[in-house]
């Protein structure tokens, strides 16, 4: 993928098999968030293919969620003035005969054509733990709930590979552990996850592989232990070998700020801030040009009509293979 002079991410050949977890590392400026929107087509890539369960895709992003990719965004996208339910039902939108308009509208049709899709939403947000708050507004929930709203929606669109895009970004040690917990749930659904991720700890728990980016290449894929002994990985990246059991560090991290929590702190995200994080502009249903993430609500919930996910998800870039 270049932009002009750069570029960004190059000959990268990258595979996801059905049942895996794997883990897109790498500094910042590297390719990884590019690299995201070449499979998701925001991007159309300068060269290569995107294949996914052995068809080549379309560089659009309506196609690409419909074919069974769904992601979240390293900067959360969510319709701020909207429930929470408003929300995943959003992201269930493409897969309903009714469409967005109506989902947005609530027309007269909408109750009765949506109360499977209802319940289906409910199902997700009882999934991520947030279906006591379905009435509340988006933009109030503070930052860690936002994220795992994000991810309930990318699931309304019923995937087969999801993509999340720093998922545990801005999340406190409680939030990071709970998220960790949430992707093996899904993993265990039978949903592959690629996930782009600066916590080294939370990488190395979760994923089956990992694959390292730097300056747009792809330095080395391997299981976690493969990648975090590599040399190069660690030179270019990690700056110092990594040092003992990341579940053991965690742990105690976890229980240390469990503990201040029962202590009486809180650690509650500052609600200024979480409002900023959502996105009026989308929310408004404007298409901006955001370069890194030119893309408009509609498309982020768009959804897919045909999926099934008893094949294997498997997506190539920016060469293409087909698995
Ligand atoms: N739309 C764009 N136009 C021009 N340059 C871009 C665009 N999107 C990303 N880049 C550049 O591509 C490189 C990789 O960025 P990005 O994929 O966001 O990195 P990462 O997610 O690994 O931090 C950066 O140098 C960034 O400035
Ligand atoms: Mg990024």
Not at 142 to 169: C, M, V
Not at 272 to 294: I, L
Request: hydrophobic content about 35%.
């Amino acid at each position: 993928m270049r932009f002009g002079g750069l570029t960004a991410v190059r000959s990268v050949d990258f595979t996801v098999n059905a049942g895996e977890i794997v883990g897109l590392i790498g500094p910042n400026g590297a390719g990884k968030t590019t690299f995201f929107n070449c499979l998701t087509g925001l991007y159309v890539p300068t060269e290569g293919t995107v294949t996914y369960k052995g068809t080549v895709l379309p560089p659009k992003p309506h196609l690409v969620t419909k074919a069974g990719i769904a992601r979240t965004f390293q900067n959360i996208r969510l319709f701020a003035n909207m429930t929470v339910l408003e929300n995943v039902l959003v992201g269930r939108h493409t897969r309903t005969k009714e469409g967005l308009w109506s989902a947005l509208l609530r027309g007269p049709g909408f109750k009765k054509a949506e109360k499977a899709s209802e319940e289906r939403a409910m199902e997700l947000l009882e999934f991520i733990g947030l279906a006591h708050k379905r009435d509340h507004l988006a933009r109030n929930l503070p930052y860690g709930e936002q994220r795992k709203l994000e991810i309930a929606r990318a699931l309304a669109s019923e995937p087969g590979l999801l993509l999340l895009d720093e998922p545990t970004a801005g999340m406190n040690p409680q939030e990071t552990r709970a998220t960790e917990e949430l992707v093996f749930a899904i993993r265990d659904k039978g949903i592959a996850v690629l996930l782009i991720e600066h916590d080294m700890r939370f990488v190395f728990n979760l994923c089956d592989r990992v694959a390292v980016l730097v300056q747009g290449q792809k330095l080395v894929e391997g299981t976690s232990d493969v990648v975090q002994a590599d040399e190069r990985v660690v030179a270019a990246y990690l700056g110092e070998p990594f040092q003992g059991e990341p579940g053991e560090e965690e742990a105690a991290e976890v229980a240390e700020a469990e503990a201040a929590a029962a202590a009486g702190q809180t650690d509650e995200t500052d609600q200024t801030d979480q409002t900023d994080q959502v996105d009026s502009t989308r929310e408004a249903n404007k298409n901006t040009s955001a370069p890194e993430t030119g893309n408009t609500p509609e498309e982020t919930a768009d959804t897919a009509d045909s999926t099934t996910t008893d094949d294997v998800p498997s997506t190539t870039s920016t060469k293409g293979e087909a698995k």
